[in-house]
Every structure is written in structure tokens, then in C-alpha cells.
């Protein structure tokens, strides 16, 4: 079983930067895939970012790309999410995840790969 603990939200003006962290136990990130997704209130979640358990590939969505980086460090067994120059966006609650297996590149973005979830971190970007 793999627990997961995001961290690091809080609120940030418009252009502003953030990281959040994301600790997990149970497994070693150098073991585990990872990725990000967002939730808004009323709305679905979705895909942030996600990183191959290798560490080697990473991926984003376009409305975050250039300007979110996720990344793992092994020796702390902790996910990171860099989110730069933050866009006014619904307040949302951001979500780590980490998937059972090792999924292809094509899959870090679909929800149904992940079956251990984080309790969430508030983000709340004000213009």
C-alpha cells in the first residue's frame, strides 16, 4: 500500500511561483511513477504533469507546459511539482498520484492509471 502527502499549496498572485511536494510512503519514489492532476470546484479533474518511474521522461499538459516542471527525488522519497509564473485559474485542490505498475508515456495522462491518491493541497492564484 502507498500513502501519499501533498504539500506546499497555499495562495500566489498571478505570475507568481509555487512548489508543491508530495511525500510518500509504503514505496520509494525510485520505484513509482508520479504525477499531478488538478481539481476546481464544479469541474473535472485533470491532468497536470506526471514523470516515468525511471525519472528519465516527464510530460505536461499544454496549458502548463513551459511553465510547470514535475521531478522526484529518490534519496527523500519526495514529488515535486515547480509551478511558474502562475496564470489566474479557479482556486483548485492539486493532487499527487502514483500508479501500482510502470505505465507508457501515453498513459501518465489518464486518471485510470493511478490507484493510490493524495488528500490534495489547496492552490489559489489571485490576480
Same mark, same amino acid.
Do not use: H, P, T
Given at each position: 500500500q502507498v500513502q501519499l502527502l501533498e504539500s506546499g499549496? #497555499?495562495?500566489?498572485?498571478t505570475g507568481g511561483s509555487l512548489r508543491l511536494?508530495?511525500?510518500?510512503? !509504503? $514505496?520509494t519514489f525510485g520505484t513509482l511513477a508520479l504525477a499531478?492532476?488538478?481539481?476546481?470546484s464544479?469541474?473535472?479533474?485533470?491532468?497536470?504533469? #506526471?514523470?516515468?518511474?525511471s525519472g528519465g521522461v516527464t510530460n505536461a499538459?499544454?496549458?502548463?507546459? !513551459? $511553465?510547470?516542471t514535475v521531478s522526484k527525488d529518490r534519496d527523500k522519497n519526495m514529488g515535486y511539482l515547480q509551478?511558474?509564473?502562475l496564470k489566474t485559474w479557479h482556486p483548485a485542490?492539486?493532487?499527487?498520484a502514483a500508479p501500482a505498475g510502470n505505465p507508457i508515456t501515453s498513459s501518465l495522462s489518464n486518471r485510470a492509471t493511478y490507484e493510490y491518491w493524495g488528500q490534495g493541497t489547496q492552490v489559489t492564484v489571485s490576480s
Open positions: 499549496g #497555499g495562495l500566489v498572485q511536494s508530495c511525500a510518500a510512503s !509504503g $514505496r499531478w492532476f488538478r481539481q476546481a464544479g469541474k473535472d479533474r485533470e491532468y497536470v504533469a #506526471g514523470i516515468k518511474k499538459a499544454n496549458s502548463v507546459k !513551459g $511553465r510547470f509551478m511558474n509564473n485542490i492539486y493532487y499527487c
